[in-house]
């Protein structure tokens, strides 16, 4: 590789600085003369602007001009609470003196303190926010240095000149920017979550990510939208930031739960819902929810309204639902696997699309674009990226029309098609992340080692002798050096010799290249599988660092290498290399312990490099390491993604194993590469194929309470228990993958279960962790939105007991069928609470018999299959063969206990008053008979799938059966 001398890059370097000071100067000449120009035009027409909030930012003579737009309904809620202790305060507050407080509870504890302190008024109040204000200008100074210094941008360091134009820019055009400037004339919380945004967008981008946490957890209890944060973080593994977040908010639930209760906590999804569904027209609404009111005149868009909202619009509802869920699914989902620093442009985005995906976004929310701004207009000025066409008019005019207050002259077109325009920062919105999306690509494109990297840099990349340089802590702590292990024909009988070769050593990454699984999660999901309650403390560990987490799971977990999943394609070349002579070095972030164990049992490898208990042996670490085992300079790597980057650039030759085709054109940009690729189904398809979507045939249970109340065909009722069936299906995959991530281990020892996607390396492991938030998410989400608080509560006792199932009660005797026998009948009372419907004593009887018939079916299949596989015990179970007649016993007669349970509910006075002709139903009777003894019976023969619900899917005595008791069922009520 070749590499300038310093000197030669100096006059570049001065040159591009240069240039960069004069994009600077002649943006901040944009932003101040717009600003003012605007502002003066408006001001001589008699119309507010930018000036008008300038002005009442530093001089607030008029004490009618003091904000109150969101403490005003704050105070007005804390006085309600301390004159109605107990009481529901948004039904008093908001529904009834209509008074539109729309904060959570958890918001009105500084308020307590203020007033304790007797500073509860709202002079202290303006002077706080002029103080957040200043604190977001001075935020975004520091942030514009910071995001510069990430990408790079020459003279940034070392020029004081550039610093000064950069940071006086972004104090400058902050104070500039609309939404920032009218948040503190409203009197808006906003402008302390904006100062929070920006700062957390600095804590991110100095790896700070427990405090970045912190301050989205505060933002979470002013506007519990900032949670979604929480499952951004946890979709990318990201367990520092989730654990600031929690550190913050637990207490302040606590402290809220202590003071008012926990119902209110309940209360305020009737207020979510309540603005989900209706949301605002007022022109200042600037989200698909205000865009469609307006163009469907539903409402005034002019005029604000203190105690009303638009009127209720089923296209509105439905727009804004949809257009919410892809908001939010991109700003959670939108470059997932970046990691470190670099995950500071999708934090960016998904602030944008958590406030844009809202029902009420006002365009004082919108000051959390300025993150994004600075952002775009920096990766413009960074060397090597290529710029679309007028890319920097595009960015000035998102910024002008985000920036500055025109509603004026587009407010005259309110009662025409054209009121769209009124959606103007909507759009401009829109404009800038499309500007994000484009930019981010062209910046990942560029090389990086190629221009605009960093001379310097580069060199010390490009040459051992630099390396100690990379790692000052390192040489400072001789401790913290990773772990280096030979191995000889004394510690592996079975490893041969390698002779004297050629070839440069060949060293090989072992999570995702080697193994088709990470041991990182393999340990942790067998901690939590072993012992959850130790499971607690690894937020603690992760604090400590990645080497100390994966230390502590060494210490506590132990994984067989031999029930591992290997790529098979990557073991037979190695094997080629071995015997052609080559030097094998396996360099591995996994802990030692475990690499030295498969390096052991494979018996392939002349030597280890693998994390130690101080080290985190990845990324550049990994390339130091390398570079001292290899003096040369000269090997090759075997790696799979974004964290072999460094070690490739350094590379002879690199492979790839599976790497996406992002990765591929990376990578090929730094060394000559080679591809090793597995047939593997598509990715979709092993997702699916985790859902286990033929499961959810259990949620029809949801549908029973309909049938046995004779609503079934109703269409709100229907439409109600259809979600109903969408909420239980997707929190029951969330809880499926989390079985097969605990049980992978069982699962690949097991003959079916081997071939899950998990198990077989199918999928990776981190995806599982993002999938169970997810799903879950979207399963509460859809219940908050569609269905009624109640069945939320089902929902949660649902998914709780099925974690109970999975982390203690799944290998205990008779505990576990009862637990799956509840976990049906709570599908049935889901059902039940969707549709207002109170099951009868009969129907929770007979579901209770009949589940526990099914759980026992599903007990006594697994044991015999593994009696024919000569074991006399399950893995992960408490039961034995021996039990099998016991089971078998249990389960036939609690079948035909729920049989007689129909009976006398069929000769029951109630079955009267709901059946014309109840006689008929007696021949449900004979058919469960033998529905039952017919299910038994195939157990017993061991043809029986190891779930019911799916033989009973597939069988078609049991599909002709079903049918004729719903013809039963049906004749009997006409």
């Given at each position: 590789?070749?590499?300038?001398?310093?000197?030669?890059?100096?006059?570049?370097?001065?040159?591009?600085?240069?240039?960069?000071?004069?994009?600077?100067?002649?943006?901040?000449?944009?932003?101040?003369?717009?600003?003012?120009?605007?502002?003066?035009?408006?001001?001589?027409?008699?119309?507010?602007?930018?000036?008008?909030?300038?002005?009442?930012?530093?001089?607030?003579?008029?004490?009618?001009?003091?904000?109150?737009?969101?403490?005003?309904?704050?105070?007005?809620?804390?006085?309600?609470?301390?004159?109605?202790?107990?009481?529901?305060?948004?039904?008093?507050?908001?529904?009834?003196?209509?008074?539109?407080?729309?904060?959570?509870?958890?918001?009105?504890?500084?308020?307590?303190?203020?007033?304790?302190?007797?500073?509860?008024?709202?002079?202290?109040?303006?002077?706080?926010?002029?103080?957040?204000?200043?604190?977001?200008?001075?935020?975004?100074?520091?942030?514009?240095?910071?995001?510069?210094?990430?990408?790079?941008?020459?003279?940034?360091?070392?020029?004081?000149?550039?610093?000064?134009?950069?940071?006086?820019?972004?104090?400058?055009?902050?104070?500039?920017?609309?939404?920032?400037?009218?948040?503190?004339?409203?009197?808006?919380?906003?402008?302390?979550?904006?100062?929070?945004?920006?700062?957390?967008?600095?804590?991110?981008?100095?790896?700070?990510?427990?405090?970045?946490?912190?301050?989205?957890?505060?933002?979470?209890?002013?506007?519990?939208?900032?949670?979604?944060?929480?499952?951004?973080?946890?979709?990318?593994?990201?367990?520092?930031?989730?654990?600031?977040?929690?550190?913050?908010?637990?207490?302040?639930?606590?402290?809220?739960?202590?003071?008012?209760?926990?119902?209110?906590?309940?209360?305020?999804?009737?207020?979510?819902?309540?603005?989900?569904?209706?949301?605002?027209?007022?022109?200042?609404?600037?989200?698909?929810?205000?865009?469609?009111?307006?163009?469907?005149?539903?409402?005034?868009?002019?005029?604000?309204?203190?105690?009303?909202?638009?009127?209720?619009?089923?296209?509105?509802?439905?727009?804004?639902?949809?257009?919410?869920?892809?908001?939010?699914?991109?700003?959670?989902?939108?470059?997932?696997?970046?990691?470190?620093?670099?995950?500071?442009?999708?934090?960016?985005?998904?602030?944008?699309?958590?406030?844009?995906?809202?029902?009420?976004?006002?365009?004082?929310?919108?000051?959390?674009?300025?993150?994004?701004?600075?952002?775009?207009?920096?990766?413009?000025?960074?060397?090597?990226?290529?710029?679309?066409?007028?890319?920097?008019?595009?960015?000035?005019?998102?910024?002008?029309?985000?920036?500055?207050?025109?509603?004026?002259?587009?407010?005259?077109?309110?009662?025409?098609?054209?009121?769209?325009?009124?959606?103007?920062?909507?759009?401009?919105?829109?404009?800038?992340?499309?500007?994000?999306?484009?930019?981010?690509?062209?910046?990942?494109?560029?090389?990086?080692?190629?221009?605009?990297?960093?001379?310097?840099?580069?060199?010390?990349?490009?040459?051992?002798?630099?390396?100690?340089?990379?790692?000052?802590?390192?040489?400072?702590?001789?401790?913290?050096?990773?772990?280096?292990?030979?191995?000889?024909?004394?510690?592996?009988?079975?490893?041969?010799?390698?002779?004297?070769?050629?070839?440069?050593?060949?060293?090989?990454?072992?999570?995702?290249?080697?193994?088709?699984?990470?041991?990182?999660?393999?340990?942790?999901?067998?901690?939590?599988?072993?012992?959850?309650?130790?499971?607690?403390?690894?937020?603690?560990?992760?604090?400590?660092?990645?080497?100390?987490?994966?230390?502590?799971?060494?210490?506590?977990?132990?994984?067989?290498?031999?029930?591992?999943?290997?790529?098979?394609?990557?073991?037979?070349?190695?094997?080629?290399?071995?015997?052609?002579?080559?030097?094998?070095?396996?360099?591995?972030?996994?802990?030692?312990?475990?690499?030295?164990?498969?390096?052991?049992?494979?018996?392939?490898?002349?030597?280890?490099?693998?994390?130690?208990?101080?080290?985190?042996?990845?990324?550049?670490?990994?390339?130091?390491?390398?570079?001292?085992?290899?003096?040369?300079?000269?090997?090759?790597?075997?790696?799979?993604?974004?964290?072999?980057?460094?070690?490739?650039?350094?590379?002879?030759?690199?492979?790839?194993?599976?790497?996406?085709?992002?990765?591929?054109?990376?990578?090929?940009?730094l060394c000559p590469m080679e591809t090793i690729a597995t047939p593997c189904r598509p990715r979709l398809l092993s997702i699916l194929k985790a859902l286990r979507l033929h499961q959810w045939l259990k949620n029809l249970l949801v549908f029973v309470p309909l049938l046995a109340g004779q609503k079934l065909g109703e269409v709100g009722p229907t439409l109600q228990a259809v979600a109903a069936f969408f909420a239980f299906g997707l929190c029951a995959s969330s809880i499926y993958v989390l079985n097969d991530l605990l049980d992978l281990p069982a699962d690949r020892r097991h003959p079916r279960k081997r071939r899950r996607p998990f198990a077989a390396g199918d999928l990776p492991l981190d995806l599982g962790l993002s999938l169970i938030p997810g799903l879950l998410l979207a399963s509460v989400v859809l219940s908050m939105l569609t269905l009624p608080p109640l069945f939320l509560a089902a929902l949660a006792t649902y998914a709780a007991s099925s974690l109970f199932y999975n982390l203690f009660a799944k290998n205990r005797v008779i505990w576990d069928v009862m637990l799956l026998a509840g976990l049906y009948s709570l599908r049935v009372l889901g059902g039940a609470t969707a549709t207002a419907i109170v099951?009868?004593?009969?129907?929770?009887?007979?579901?209770?018999?009949?589940?526990?018939?099914?759980?026992?079916?599903?007990?006594?299949?697994?044991?015999?299959?593994?009696?024919?596989?000569?074991?006399?015990?399950?893995?992960?179970?408490?039961?034995?063969?021996?039990?099998?007649?016991?089971?078998?016993?249990?389960?036939?007669?609690?079948?035909?206990?729920?049989?007689?349970?129909?009976?006398?509910?069929?000769?029951?006075?109630?079955?009267?008053?709901?059946?014309?002709?109840?006689?008929?139903?007696?021949?449900?009777?004979?058919?469960?008979?033998?529905?039952?003894?017919?299910?038994?019976?195939?157990?017993?023969?061991?043809?029986?799938?190891?779930?019911?619900?799916?033989?009973?899917?597939?069988?078609?005595?049991?599909?002709?059966?079903?049918?004729?008791?719903?013809?039963?069922?049906?004749?009997?009520?006409?």
């Amino acid at each position: 590789m070749s590499m300038q001398p310093a000197i030669t890059s100096l006059p570049t370097g001065v040159h591009r600085a240069g240039r960069i000071q004069r994009v600077v100067v002649l943006a901040m000449l944009f932003v101040v003369l717009t600003t003012g120009l605007l502002g003066l035009a408006l001001h001589r027409g008699g119309h507010a602007s930018n000036l008008t909030d300038i002005q009442n930012l530093f001089v607030l003579e008029n004490p009618d001009l003091i904000p109150v737009d969101s403490w005003d309904p704050m105070i007005a809620a804390l006085n309600w609470l301390h004159e109605h202790p107990g009481d529901n305060v948004y039904e008093g507050v908001f529904f009834q003196q209509r008074i539109k407080f729309q904060y959570p509870v958890t918001s009105l504890p500084p308020l307590e303190a203020m007033q304790a302190f007797g500073v509860l008024d709202l002079f202290t109040f303006q002077r706080i926010n002029l103080l957040f204000v200043l604190a977001t200008a001075a935020g975004m100074a520091i942030l514009m240095l910071e995001l510069a210094a990430w990408l790079r941008l020459p003279g940034v360091r070392e020029d004081r000149i550039t610093q000064v134009l950069l940071g006086g820019f972004g104090f400058a055009a902050t104070l500039c920017f609309y939404p920032v400037l009218k948040a503190f004339s409203l009197g808006q919380v906003q402008v302390w979550l904006n100062a929070a945004f920006v700062f957390a967008c600095i804590a991110l981008l100095r790896d700070r990510r427990v405090l970045c946490g912190a301050l989205l957890g505060a933002s979470t209890l002013m506007k519990p939208q900032m949670s979604l944060f929480l499952a951004w973080a946890v979709l990318r593994g990201d367990w520092r930031m989730a654990a600031g977040w929690a550190a913050v908010v637990v207490p302040g639930v606590a402290v809220a739960t202590l003071l008012y209760g926990f119902a209110p906590m309940i209360d305020y999804l009737d207020v979510l819902l309540f603005i989900g569904r209706h949301g605002e027209s007022y022109h200042v609404n600037q989200t698909v929810n205000g865009l469609v009111n307006r163009l469907l005149y539903n409402g005034n868009n002019l005029d604000w309204s203190a105690d009303a909202f638009a009127p209720y619009h089923p296209a509105v509802h439905i727009a804004t639902q949809l257009s919410g869920i892809a908001f939010f699914v991109f700003g959670l989902l939108w470059r997932r696997r970046e990691r470190g620093p670099d995950r500071v442009v999708a934090f960016a985005v998904a602030g944008i699309c958590f406030t844009a995906g809202s029902p009420v976004a006002w365009v004082h929310h919108y000051g959390i674009l300025l993150p994004a701004f600075a952002l775009a207009f920096l990766v413009l000025l960074e060397p090597g990226v290529k710029r679309p066409a007028g890319a920097f008019a595009l960015l000035a005019t998102a910024f002008f029309l985000a920036g500055n207050l025109l509603f004026w002259p587009v407010n005259a077109l309110a009662a025409t098609p054209l009121n769209i325009l009124q959606s103007y920062l909507f759009f401009a919105t829109l404009m800038l992340l499309g500007m994000v999306f484009v930019l981010a690509g062209r910046h990942d494109r560029t090389a990086t080692l190629g221009p605009g990297r960093g001379e310097a840099e580069a060199g010390t990349a490009a040459s051992p002798a630099a390396s100690p340089a990379a790692f000052p802590a390192a040489a400072a702590a001789p401790a913290a050096v990773p772990h280096v292990a030979s191995f000889s024909a004394a510690d592996a009988a079975e490893m041969p010799a390698s002779p004297a070769a050629a070839e440069p050593p060949l060293f090989v990454d072992l999570d995702g290249t080697l193994l088709r699984t990470d041991l990182l999660y393999e340990s942790l999901f067998g901690l939590i599988k072993a012992r959850p309650w130790t499971a607690l403390l690894v937020p603690v560990w992760l604090a400590g660092g990645k080497a100390r987490l994966k230390a502590e799971l060494a210490r506590r977990v132990d994984i067989d290498p031999a029930g591992l999943v290997y790529n098979q394609a990557v073991l037979e070349r190695l094997r080629a290399e071995r015997e052609g002579g080559r030097r094998l070095v396996l360099a591995t972030a996994a802990h030692h312990r475990y690499a030295d164990a498969i390096a052991r049992h494979l018996g392939l490898f002349d030597q280890v490099l693998a994390s130690s208990d101080e080290i985190n042996l990845k990324s550049e670490r990994k390339l130091e390491a390398i570079r001292a085992q290899a003096p040369s300079g000269v090997f090759d790597y075997i790696g799979n993604d974004e964290a072999d980057y460094a070690v490739w650039s350094a590379a002879r030759r690199g492979i790839a194993v599976d790497a996406s085709a992002a990765v591929l054109r990376h990578a090929a940009t730094l060394c000559p590469m080679e591809t090793i690729a597995t047939p593997c189904r598509p990715r979709l398809l092993s997702i699916l194929k985790a859902l286990r979507l033929h499961q959810w045939l259990k949620n029809l249970l949801v549908f029973v309470p309909l049938l046995a109340g004779q609503k079934l065909g109703e269409v709100g009722p229907t439409l109600q228990a259809v979600a109903a069936f969408f909420a239980f299906g997707l929190c029951a995959s969330s809880i499926y993958v989390l079985n097969d991530l605990l049980d992978l281990p069982a699962d690949r020892r097991h003959p079916r279960k081997r071939r899950r996607p998990f198990a077989a390396g199918d999928l990776p492991l981190d995806l599982g962790l993002s999938l169970i938030p997810g799903l879950l998410l979207a399963s509460v989400v859809l219940s908050m939105l569609t269905l009624p608080p109640l069945f939320l509560a089902a929902l949660a006792t649902y998914a709780a007991s099925s974690l109970f199932y999975n982390l203690f009660a799944k290998n205990r005797v008779i505990w576990d069928v009862m637990l799956l026998a509840g976990l049906y009948s709570l599908r049935v009372l889901g059902g039940a609470t969707a549709t207002a419907i109170v099951p009868s004593f009969w129907l929770l009887a007979f579901s209770m018999f009949l589940f526990l018939s099914l759980a026992m079916v599903k007990r006594y299949s697994e044991m015999d299959s593994m009696q024919k596989l000569g074991l006399e015990q399950a893995e992960g179970r408490g039961y034995l063969t021996a039990d099998m007649p016991v089971l078998q016993s249990i389960g036939v007669s609690a079948g035909f206990l729920s049989v007689l349970v129909m009976a006398l509910y069929i000769n029951s006075p109630e079955v009267g008053r709901i059946y014309d002709h109840p006689q008929v139903l007696w021949i449900i009777c004979p058919l469960l008979l033998f529905w039952i003894g017919r299910v038994w019976l195939q157990t017993h023969r061991g043809v029986m799938h190891d779930d019911p619900v799916v033989f009973a899917a597939r069988d078609k005595w049991s599909l002709v059966i079903g049918l004729v008791c719903a013809v039963v069922l049906v004749f009997g009520r006409t």
